[in-house]
């Protein structure tokens, strides 16, 4: 795919990734081999009916493409930007084994612009609406796909978010480049087109708890918020100005527009050395951002090497186009700063691979007096984020694990009645597209539950 | 989602008390708590203490003093003006309980926020000590209001134009080594709050401060608020806004809260050179 030039493109937050053309996007479609038992549909979280789709688009029929992706799909602009397809249904297309898989990503990013572009109002078809009340707490994209397939199946749904805008991780996380903002904004009136309400500035908990929503008529509630507690290493030093957590410097960058400040209001200070600990996608779109923003230098810092990386391929290469180096088999022990408070040093040591961790991936051994110093003058830490804390400590009958995730069944029932959850807040930081699937999955059995019925074992 | 501006009242050359249209917040805010007020769409999120709220008429009032441009902007609107986000109530709210007999300290803005937790305490049968301390008499505020709250009022003005002479600290030292105070509340700059902490620590008075920090998300999901507590990192936005006065490392909080100095300035220059005169409107 077409991406913006590295050399121009780390001066702008347009989009880098250009999308197929119509020509290119009917050459791919047409490698498909319409396997009678297509695997790739197995690969796919919410279930596209990808060889129907694909067959659509070789044939040039993309309104018809577009149907059959959104008769399972809510968000296909997203999906086809942010999915790790090469995880999912590229890596079990047949094709993968001896060639290169169908860009079944791509194409579904090529429908969906089309869409865009044609101005097309998708047809809406739901069930006519029954009346029963049911809350989501969050809007990222468990909670959007909840509400729309519930939406969808004639419930009255409203989504509370705490932000002043909705779309989660899709709109503080994913930076403009990756997951343009127009682009969230027009799956949002998608979502209202099939009656979903948002309600913003509303923190389930806080604002209202559940039990006050209970009185106000709602029957059923599925906890959709996500990953929102930014872990840090526990180093010294690691509270100096200058150290941002990854949630911080992406939401102001990405929902608070720091780019554009002052025109925009909320400030974002970086330095020209700056260091990103981690290495999935939050660090690599954090890395990104900071050279956007005018670093002169950005270190990825990572304690094991590029093939136990969790980013996207795609976002590693990408980020390497751009220049960011990469500092591997290394970690911080401590930060140094001046007498102002600013973080002016970084403390490293290196490491070696040893036996596979709980993760399956070799864990990082540190070599003894391998220390050495990196002068760094801004540290985003992106070493992952946890459950937010503050509405299971207004539920204290909320069964939670030791990480503080929200414990649910194989049904994504929580311990409290009529209460679901999905997405990050249960499996821990993952991806969109799983998110997705695991609200799709939750409504289902929400309606099942609300009917009174027998949940159907899954 | 807007807000309507209802009442806007001066109460100093650079204090304001505003009282906003805001029902969901209204209803449940309780003594301590804040929210998160962004003007416009090419806003920040901004922290303020709730400094009164009106369930049936679904209203809070905030009182606030002009520092940069989010608040300067803040200053400029008018009643029949609208601000377009509030998020809360935030903070956990204060829950000291009756504990006998309590000293309130607060300066600046801070007079502002040690009211409703003058009121809290009152209600709850605590003897309460208010001090407060202003530069001059001329920009002192809330002076009747904290009479009615507390059970003695001292204010003391730095050039003694009003009350005591000098700052809350004399007053202070004396009230505590004179009787006994089961606890101390603290609200004002850092730096005031660092220095009755040390005072109330030498006397052994259990102390409780109530930190302002720079936030942008509020719930706990950005660090950006964070502060050392005994030792621990802890969020302003909701393990707060009060902690142990004895135990915030002071020095490490104040350099936190001048990350964005250079920022806030040019975003101040940016406002009153487009803005002169408070013309600012919105739409």
């Known amino acids: ?458 | 989602m807007s807000h309507k501006i209802l009442n806007k009242v001066k109460l100093n050359p650079v204090i304001w008390r505003l009282c906003l249209d805001a029902p969901l917040v209204a209803r449940s805010a309780k003594a301590g708590q804040f929210i998160i007020l962004r003007m416009d769409e090419k806003g920040e999120r901004i922290p303020l203490t709730i400094n009164d709220i009106d369930v049936k008429k679904g209203t809070i009032t905030i009182i606030f003093q002009e520092a940069g441009a989010t608040t300067k902007m803040l200053s400029c609107m008018e009643e029949g003006d609208f601000v377009e986000d509030v998020l809360g109530p935030l903070g956990r709210p204060t829950d000291f309980g009756k504990v006998g007999r309590v000293v309130l300290v607060a300066g600046g803005v801070g007079i502002a926020e040690i009211l409703p937790i003058a009121r809290y305490a009152k209600s709850l049968g605590n003897f309460v000590l208010t001090i407060i301390g202003s530069r001059t008499k001329d920009i002192l505020i809330l002076e009747e209001e904290l009479k009615c709250s507390s059970d003695k009022l001292i204010v003391t003005t730095d050039d003694g134009s009003y009350g005591i002479k000098g700052l809350v600290l004399d007053p202070l030292r004396d009230a505590i080594s004179m009787e006994k105070f089961d606890l101390c509340y603290c609200v004002g700059p850092d730096i005031m709050m660092k220095a009755v902490s040390q005072v109330t620590q030498t006397c052994g008075v259990k102390t409780l401060v109530s930190l302002d920090a720079n936030m942008v998300d509020a719930t706990g999901m950005c660090a950006t608020c964070r502060v050392t507590v005994g030792g621990k990192t802890k969020f302003v936005c909701v393990d707060g806004p009060e902690f142990d006065g004895h135990l915030v490392d002071w020095d490490g909080f104040m350099k936190r809260q001048k990350r964005f100095v250079e920022e806030e300035k040019r975003a101040l220059e940016s406002f009153q050179a487009q803005h002169k005169n408070c013309m600012y409107k919105q739409g």
């Open chain 1, 1 to 458: 795919m077409k991406t913006q030039d590295p050399g121009d493109r780390i001066k702008n937050f347009n989009e880098v990734a250009l999308g197929l053309t119509e020509r290119e996007a009917v050459d791919e479609a047409k490698r498909c081999l319409k396997c009678k038992k297509a695997a790739c549909v197995g690969g796919c979280p919410v279930e596209i009916d990808i060889p129907a789709f694909v067959q659509n688009v070789a044939a040039g029929e993309f309104e018809k493409a577009l149907y059959k992706i959104r008769e399972k799909n809510f968000l296909p602009a997203i999906c086809g930007r942010v999915c790790p397809q090469e995880d999912q249904c590229e890596k079990v297309c047949i094709l993968a084994k001896k060639h290169k898989a169908v860009s079944i990503g791509s194409l579904e990013r090529f429908v969906a612009d089309w869409e865009i572009a044609n101005n097309k109002k998708p047809r809406v078809e739901k069930t006519a609406s029954h009346g029963i009340k049911v809350a989501v707490a969050g809007s990222g994209p468990a909670g959007l796909t909840c509400a729309g397939e519930l939406a969808k199946m004639g419930y009255d749904v409203t989504i509370f978010e705490s932000l002043h805008k909705a779309g989660g991780v899709l709109t503080y996380g994913i930076p403009e480049f990756r997951l343009p903002k127009k682009i969230v904004g027009l799956d949002l009136e998608y979502l209202k087109g099939v009656g979903v309400k948002i309600e913003v500035n509303f923190l389930v908990g806080k604002t209202k708890t559940l039990d006050e929503l209970k009185t106000e008529g709602f029957k059923a509630f599925f906890l959709g918020i996500g990953a929102g507690l930014p872990y840090f290493l526990g180093v010294e030093g690691e509270n100096l100005n200058g150290i941002y957590s990854a949630n911080e410097f992406l939401t102001r960058t990405n929902l608070m527009k720091s780019y554009l400040f002052p025109e925009y209001a909320t400030p974002i200070k970086v330095g020209s050395a700056v260091g990103v600990i981690g290495a999935g996608n939050v660090a690599m779109d954090s890395a990104r951002c900071a050279l956007r923003l005018g670093a002169k230098e950005v270190y990825i810092i990572y304690r094991r090497t590029e093939l136990e990386m969790p980013a996207r391929i795609d976002e590693i290469n990408r980020a390497k186009e751009e220049g960011v180096r990469f500092e591997l088999l290394t970690h911080p022990t401590k930060f140094r700063g001046d007498e102002k408070g600013w973080v002016k040093e970084a403390s490293l040591l290196r490491n070696k691979l040893g036996e596979p961790d709980s993760s399956g991936r070799r864990r990082p051994v540190p070599i003894p007096g391998s220390e050495f110093r990196m002068k760094l003058d801004t540290v985003i830490c992106a070493i992952g984020q946890g459950p937010n804390p503050l509405l299971p400590r207004t539920l204290p009958d909320l069964k939670l694990n030791d990480d503080g995730n929200i414990v649910v069944d194989k049904d994504h029932k929580s311990s409290i009645e009529g209460v679901f959850a999905g997405g990050d807040i249960v499996t821990g930081a993952a991806t969109v597209i799983s998110a997705m699937g695991s609200g799709k999955k939750a409504a289902r059995v929400m309606d099942s539950y609300l009917k009174g019925r027998q949940i159907p074992s899954s």
